[in-house]
């Protein structure tokens, strides 16, 4: 965006040093305290950005060099953009994941090895589940019908 021409002295980029003096003569009688009604400060301030803009704009080689940074923060922010859409986000939340405890994941993901007392309770587990399908199974299909 241009600010200091555009939205400050309002005139064209391509505008010549005659209508940046035009627009400065102008606004330099609106805002300059001695004969604005603005307040004290606001005139002020806007007079002292009015005097930048001015002395940037007036001055060939400050001019182009305004251009050219303003045309680098331009490109600037397009391979931005650019670079923000070529990014796959779901991978960039998983790069960026952490695991945060609770009272279920108190291990942050990881398994807890099984002592020697849960693995005989769970073999023991394991042992009546097979039985349990072993009695359905002769029930099923050895049993005779009444």
């Given at each position: 965006m241009?600010?200091?021409r555009r939205l400050f002295l309002g005139?064209?980029?391509k505008a010549d040093i005659e209508e940046i003096k035009a627009a400065?003569?102008?606004l330099s009688k609106e805002y300059h305290p001695d004969t604005t009604s603005l307040?004290?400060?606001e005139a002020s301030e806007r007079f002292i950005r009015l005097r930048e803009a001015y002395n940037v704009l007036s001055r060939e080689e400050s001019r182009r060099f305004y251009d050219w940074t303003l045309a680098q923060e331009a490109e600037s922010r397009r391979l931005q953009q650019l670079r923000s859409r070529l990014e796959?986000?779901?991978?960039?939340d998983l790069d960026s994941y952490q695991?945060?405890?609770d009272m279920v994941d108190r291990l942050g993901g990881r398994n807890m090895d099984l002592s020697d007392q849960a693995m005989t309770?769970?073999?023991i587990d394991i042992g009546i589940i097979i039985f349990c399908v072993f009695c359905l199974i002769y029930a099923?299909?050895?049993k005779e019908q009444y």
């Open positions: 241009d600010v200091f005139v064209e980029p400065y003569r102008r307040p004290l400060r796959d986000p779901y991978q960039q695991s945060v405890p309770a769970l073999t099923v299909f050895f």
